[in-house]
Every structure is written in C-alpha cells, then in structure tokens.
C-alpha cells in the first residue's frame, strides 16, 4: 500500500483478521523502477520483484497505541507549561511580598 492516503480503519480491519499491512514509500519505489512508463500491472510486478529480493522500502507506521499517545503528548505539554507558569508567578509574588513587608518593617521603625 503507498504512504499517499489515510487508511487507519482498512489497517485496523487487516489487524483485526491478524494480517500485516506494510506501507511503501511511493517515490522510493518509483525511484528504484528501471522503465519510468507507469503501468498498474508492471508496479504490481516491480512491488513483487522488491519484496521477493528483500529490497522492500517500507516505512514506519505508528501503532494505534503510539498514534494516541502522539495526541496526548502535546497536551500534557502544554499543562507543564502552564503548571510551572504559574508556580513562576506565585514566587514571584511571594518574594515580592516579602520585600514589601521588610520595607513596611524599616519604614515603622524609622519614624
């Protein structure tokens, strides 16, 4: 199958009947093809000559698992950012709050 469209349910049915799908690089291919006249029956003869001479240009595919924790990640990011934002903020505050009271503390003892 070609990298070129989205088909998460067609690899999810494969799965579910225990096949592998395997998704090639389209321009790899194209690039390993001796004759540049694109035919359907001649890149089906070239994906079988590839995969029976161990030259397969797969590429990785994330599993289902790895795809959802790619969309978790990015959330989680941003509640760290946000969480060590505001603890920033709220020492900030704190030794501001500090130093505003000793100088309330020496301006009462100086007068």
């Known amino acids: 199958m070609e990298a070129i469209m989205n088909a998460q349910w067609f690899e999810r049915v494969l799965q579910e009947h225990h096949h592998e799908l395997w998704i090639g690089d389209a321009a790899e291919i194209r690039a390993a093809m001796v004759q540049k006249q694109k035919t359907d029956s001649r890149d089906a003869w070239h994906i079988l000559d590839l995969l029976l ?4 240009l797969r590429i990785w595919v994330p ?22 934002q505001v603890r920033d903020r709220n020492s900030f505050w704190r030794s501001n709050l500090k130093n505003v009271g000793k100088a309330c503390r020496i301006i009462r003892l100086k007068s």
């Not at 001479?53 to 397969?56: D, I, L, Q």
């Not at 698992?65 to 946000?82: C, F, G, H, I, S």
């Open 53 to 56: 001479t161990n030259r397969s």
């Open 63 to 84: 599993s289902p698992a790895e795809r959802e924790l790619r969309q978790v990640l990015p959330k989680w990011d941003q509640m760290l950012t946000n969480t060590v």
